[in-house]
């Protein structure tokens, strides 16, 4: 029987995509009151590229629900706090511990399932996090001309950077990009299993890899907020669609269970 456009990784299928959101108190019509909100430029950017977003408050959601989508992304947000790390915490440093809980058990599942995972600013910090990095708390501490990256509240800042030869960075954006930027925290010890991929001119860690499992990127600037550059976003959801077929055959009559590890390497790779 022909795949249709709603059978898992069909032809027309959209993959589903779960983003995490904040959980604090937001505005809409003549309401002011706790809401889950995601930014729309994160909403958009993965329906333009072709999956269908799906909101996973930090409340009431549990890793098993990794089930019902075919990657996730890790958005920005609040400071991760420093007892994930082991940290004394810096006078600057804002945090949301329960978001923080929430937001590592989807990362690390995610990663146990080999599952397609895009993990942006406070979510590349959350993946590090997740596989025993640290974090510096307040980059112009240690380098005066950070502060270029989040100039001032609600302006996003822009990072140009270089990407490493053979990694996702470069294959999805060249050896040298720009983008949004809006952060004071940044990469320190980069956690075993990950693998610096792009650096900025004064050496701040721009994005980070897996060398091993499914495909995950972790990237500290906002690519969604650069609407004129849906590669990073285009080339997610492509491997979320192969990682659906790869599910949907795992499913087929004559197989038990459900697949929990990524196809092989070259298949979650972009061409």
């Known amino acids: 029987m022909a795949s249709s456009a709603s059978e898992p990784g069909g032809p027309g299928y959209r993959p589903r995509i779960g983003l995490t959101t904040y959980y604090q108190e937001g505005s809409w019509g003549v309401w002011n009151s706790v809401a889950a909100i995601v930014p729309g430029a994160y909403v958009e950017a993965v329906a333009a590229a072709g999956g269908t977003p799906l909101l996973l408050p930090p409340v009431g959601t549990d890793p098993d629900v990794l089930e019902l989508v075919d990657g996730l992304i890790v958005i920005g947000g609040v400071d991760v706090d420093p007892q994930f790390y082991g940290a ?18 989807l990362t690390r599942a995610a990663l146990e399932r080999g599952m397609p995972l895009f993990a942006i600013c406070r979510g590349a910090q959350i993946l590090n996090v997740a596989l025993g990095g640290t974090l510096i708390q307040h980059l112009p501490d240690v380098n005066e001309n950070a502060v270029r990256y989040q100039p001032e509240p609600g302006r996003y800042g822009e990072v140009e950077f270089s990407t490493a030869p053979g990694s996702r960075c470069r294959e999805l954006l060249g050896e040298t990009a720009w983008s949004p930027c809006y952060h004071h925290q940044a990469l320190e010890t980069v956690a075993e299993g990950l693998v610096v991929t792009a650096r900025a001119e004064d050496g701040t860690i721009e994005a980070v890899e897996t060398l091993e499992g499914g495909w995950t990127l972790g990237v500290q600037f906002h690519p969604e907020e650069n609407r004129k550059d849906a590669r990073l976003f285009e080339g997610f959801v492509r491997v979320a669609h192969g990682w659906a077929q790869h599910r949907a055959r795992q499913d087929r009559p004559g197989r038990t269970g459900r697949a929990q590890t990524a196809p092989q390497r070259e298949d979650t790779r972009i061409p």
Do not use: G, N, V, Y
């Open 88 to 105: 004394d915490r810096h006078e600057l440093t804002s945090s949301q511990p329960s978001r923080d809980e929430h937001d590592l058990a």
